[in-house]
């Protein structure tokens, strides 16, 4: 489409520029489809002189290009372009790219009263959908996801129906819909399926009585009343209900009045009445005449016979005592939570019981396995080879005893001296004697002393210098840790060269406030090793060189110099120094030599801006100092537009500096950017040496001019 061609003519000296510019056609609309971004504009520029700038009116200008320009991807609207030549001639074009109307889709189902179902009966196929379809590009095509390509649809489904509509330009639009048909209202013999059980049943809706029937024989009423009744066994005595193992239902009758039934019974001879739901084969409850119960057996020997488990059950299922002879054993089981317990009063059964004895004669051992809980009550005790336990001992026990591993508060055993385990060769003895324990010797002078036929021994116990201590001692060296409180003083030492008499050279210690000392019993911080290096745990995490805090900083050694490396909670690194103070022990001043802030920026003698990655107070000396920046070489670009001579003095007078460098006040508000600075420096240097060359040229011109007017003049003069 050629939307129009502009000329431009400034003066005699200039060239016409003719503008020919054409759009996209889409169907008589330069847009495909509405909302798209497909219209393009092509321009052809005929005269002028390179190179041109173009400005488009939603875009910046842009200097080069050839003579045919095109913008694609261009939504609908207004768009216009202004082109200057080299002349500065300008020249000038505009349009109004248009756009179909947006594409709709619309589905109308049919609709059947009384319920306005689209189908008029559960799976009737007589569902219908109308399909209109506004704006775009007619003609349209169709296309449903069942894969038929008509507009409207009839002979219907209750299904999920979805059209896509492509319009003349391949613009699309889509409308889906779901149709509805009514509940089932019919029965089928073959199976039923999604049924509402409200409103769809086998019954009936009256008074009337409901009847089974087979053979034409009434098999089962279920009266209106819902009382449920068999026909077959009505008549005659009450029946109880029995089904076999095929799930036969079969009716017994018995009489409840009639009198109990007296068997024939002599010593010699068991006979039992079963129950009438029983068999001998296989009984269940049987019950004979010497009064005895039996459970699984016809003959039972004691008064309850089981031939199988007892359970016994709470309400909960989970909790139940089961008791059985398993053809072996006989075992009472527990499952469950809470305990299995023996002769416990329960706040009501709590009187009048007696002692639980077990095995009390010559009849056979005990044997206790898992967790088992003897007397646990307050004043209950228990005996062993004894009937009265002592008071005050939950175990008391009149013979020998052989034990693994014991535990207890207290042992009663009599004398004072203890052997109270010895192998047989009596060389590693176990000995208690007034309170102390010798392992390996009867005379112990400490709480605990193991002594050893190798080369160490240990030794638990006091010393003239600790309140306890632990040292061991071989032939080679000795290693001790002792722990003293005298006072306010708290301390405990790990110790080399201990003995006995004089307890031995501290290595390391600990005290009361949590401060640990490595080569120093005097540690000031939470960690000092030897007399001048500290770590101090506190709001701020630091480890120190002859500095540590005591509510201030302070010194260890006033006759040298401090240093510290500071972690605060935010991240920050602290390397500071402060010079020695003979006779005071309190830093009155910390130097600030390095901060290192959590964002990486840094700061030497002063502290980090967030604005800078380096922040100095005072001298930098280096042999190189580098930055990194783009320079401007574009200067000496054949495009590159300088200033005139005009135009630098205008700005000489007005702003009172040079081009493109920072003004003398900001440069005293926010400091030099060297970078910044630099470039401007070499920008105005270049630009300067362009414009050397190009007085060099005028001067060079002018002397050919001058040259020439010279020899006309002598010219003149001859004639």
């Known amino acids: 489409m050629i939307a129009g061609i502009i000329l431009s003519c400034l003066n005699v000296n200039a060239q016409m520029i003719i503008l020919q510019t054409t759009s996209s056609n889409h169907n008589g609309y330069n847009i495909s489809c509405n909302g798209g971004r497909d219209g393009e504009i092509t321009i052809t520029i005929i005269g002028g002189v390179a190179p041109y700038t173009i400005k488009w009116s939603d875009m910046l200008p842009v200097v080069g290009g050839g003579q045919i320009i095109a913008r694609p991807n261009l939504p609908a609207g207004y768009i216009a372009v202004n082109i200057t030549d080299a002349l500065n001639n300008p020249a000038s074009a505009y349009m109004t790219l248009t756009e179909p109307p947006p594409l709709n889709v619309s589905n109308t189902p049919s609709v059947y009263p009384p319920g306005n179902y689209n189908l008029s009966a559960w799976h009737s196929l007589d569902g219908s959908i109308t399909t209109t379809a506004i ?12 894969g038929v390509s008509t507009k409207d649809r009839t002979g219907l489904s209750a299904l999920f129906y979805k059209v896509i509509v492509t319009d003349y330009n391949g613009c699309t639009a889509s409308a889906s819909i779901t149709l509805t048909e009514p509940q089932r209202n019919d029965w089928r013999t073959d199976g039923n399926s999604g049924t509402d059980p409200s409103t769809q049943f086998i019954g ?20 209106s009343n819902g009382t449920l009744n068999i026909p077959s066994f009505s008549g005659g005595s009450k029946k109880i209900l029995l089904t076999d193992n095929l799930g036969n239902i079969s009716a017994f009758s018995f009489d409840e009045n009639a009198p109990p039934v007296t068997p024939n019974c002599n010593a010699n001879l068991y006979n039992y009445v079963p129950f009438v739901w029983q068999t001998n084969t296989e009984p269940v409850e049987l019950f004979d005449c010497w009064h005895r119960f039996g459970f699984g057996t016809v003959t039972p020997r004691d008064l309850i016979e089981v031939r199988s488990a007892i359970r016994l059950t709470s309400q909960d299922d989970n909790n139940y005592v089961r008791m059985l002879n398993d053809g072996g054993n006989s075992r009472i089981d527990h499952f469950g939570t809470g305990s299995l317990l023996l002769n416990y009063g329960d706040g009501i059964y709590n009187t009048g019981m007696k002692d639980v004895r ?34 005050g001992f939950k175990l008391d026990v009149v013979g020998n005893v052989k034990a693994s591993q014991i535990e207890a508060t207290d042992f009663l055993i009599n004398g004072n001296s203890i052997n109270l385990w010895k192998k047989v060769t009596g060389t590693n003895d176990l000995f208690y004697d007034q309170g ?15 002594k050893n036929n190798g080369p160490a021994n240990v030794w638990i116990g006091n010393d003239v210098n600790e309140k306890s201590i632990l040292w061991t001692l071989n032939n080679n060296a000795s290693f001790g840790f002792g722990m003293k409180s005298t006072g306010s003083e708290h301390k405990g030492h790990i110790f080399k060269n201990v003995n006995h008499a004089s307890g031995g050279e501290p290595i390391m210690t600990f005290d009361g406030e949590g401060f640990f000392g490595i080569g120093t019993t005097e540690p000031k911080e939470a960690l000092q090793i030897g007399d001048l290096f500290t770590f101090h745990s506190g709001g701020s995490k630091v480890i120190g060189y002859n500095t540590y805090h005591d509510g201030v900083g302070k ?3 006033t006759n040298k110099p401090s240093a510290l490396i500071g972690f605060d909670d935010q991240g920050t690194i602290s390397f500071k120094t402060a010079a020695a103070e003979s006779g005071n022990p309190v830093i009155t001043a ?8 959590n964002n990486g920026h840094i700061g030497i003698g002063v502290e980090p801006d967030d604005d800078w990655r380096l922040r100095v107070c005072g001298k930098i000396k280096a042999t190189e100092f580098e930055v990194s920046i783009s320079w401007c070489d574009f200067v000496f670009d054949e495009n590159y537009k300088r200033m005139s001579f005009e135009e630098q003095e205008l700005f000489y007078r ?20 060297i970078g910044q600075t630099m470039q401007g420096f070499v920008q105005n240097l270049e630009e300067t040496r362009l414009d050397v ?11 050919e001019e001058n040259k020439l007017l010279k020899a006309e003049i002598k010219s003149i003069k001859q004639q």
Not at 135 to 146: H, R
Request: glycine share 10%; with cysteine; charged share 20%.
């Open 204 to 223: 009936t809706t009256d008074s009337s009585d409901f009847v089974f029937r087979t053979n034409n024989l009434a098999r089962l009423k279920i009266k």
């Open 654 to 673: 007005t702003h009172k500096r040079l081009p493109y460098i920072e003004s003398g006040i900001n440069i005293e508000s926010n400091g030099l950017k």
């Open 358 to 391: 077990i095995c009390t004669g010559n009849s056979g051992n005990v044997f206790l396995g898992g967790n088992n809980y003897l007397a646990p009550d307050v004043g209950k005790n228990v005996g062993i080879g004894t009937t009265s336990p002592a008071d």
């Open 135 to 146: 704006g775009g590009i007619t003609p349209y095509s169709y296309s449903w996801n069942d």
């Open 555 to 557: 010194r260890m050694d």
């Open 436 to 450: 102390n324990i010798g392992i390996g010797t009867q005379a112990s002078a400490a709480k605990l002393y193991i």
């Open 693 to 703: 060359i190009d007085l060099y040229k005028m001067i060079k011109e002018l002397k």
């Open 590 to 597: 910390w130097n600030n030599a390095l901060i290192i802030k």
